[in-house]
């Protein structure tokens, strides 16, 4: 006989990315873009767009309350509210079309210690080199294919890198990840 079912509260968050288009005068893309940042934080919310994209973006179960914990001095909404309100999430952009990667830094660091954040890091960084690893596995597998014609690879990719080595070949060199 399988265990009585209890109920849950859990709860989820998902990301919202918006944009805008801002026309501003410069004298080079630098300062456009500076001075573009500047002006978001004045917009309207009226003149953003954008929603949620479950093609592009995961949930994330933030907090899970059983119904039936005694502890509870307040409504399990309240309590998992609070919970919502303390993750924080940091924002990583990649280009698919030039696969380059950034950090966006976000206000929400500035409140805590430097400590802290190396800490928060330390996790991030966790699960980034994981994927990392995975991606330079693939190129290696990639790379060593026997049916694949070498010629094909840029000269460029290769020497971007030189942990593959000049024959292209896995451990011939020093791994930057």
């Not at 909404?77 to 940091?90: A, G, M, P, S, T």
């Not at 996790?123 to 290696?140: F, H, K, T, Y």
């Amino acid at each position: 006989m399988s265990p009585a079912r209890k109920k849950y509260y859990v709860a989820v968050s998902r990301p919202v990315i918006q944009s805008t288009i801002i026309e501003v005068e410069a004298d080079n893309e630098e300062d456009a873009a500076d001075k573009a940042f500047q002006e978001a934080f004045a917009l309207d919310d009226n003149v953003w767009s954008g929603k949620f994209e479950p093609e592009n973006y995961g949930h994330d179960v933030v907090s899970v309350l059983e119904q039936d914990q005694g502890h509870l001095q307040a409504e399990p909404e309240f309590v998992l509210q609070d919970r919502i309100d303390d993750v924080k999430y940091l924002l990583l952009r990649g280009d698919t079309n030039m696969g380059e990667g950034s950090m966006l830094f976000q206000p929400w660091l500035q409140d805590h210690s430097s400590l802290f954040v190396a800490d928060v890091c330390k996790g991030w960084l966790g699960d980034i080199q994981l994927l990392a690893d995975e991606g330079v596995e693939g190129l290696v597998e990639w790379v060593e294919d026997p049916i694949l014609d070498a010629a094909k690879i840029p000269p460029e990719v290769i020497a971007r890198l030189p942990w593959l080595g000049q024959s292209g070949h896995k451990g011939s060199g020093n791994n930057p990840l």
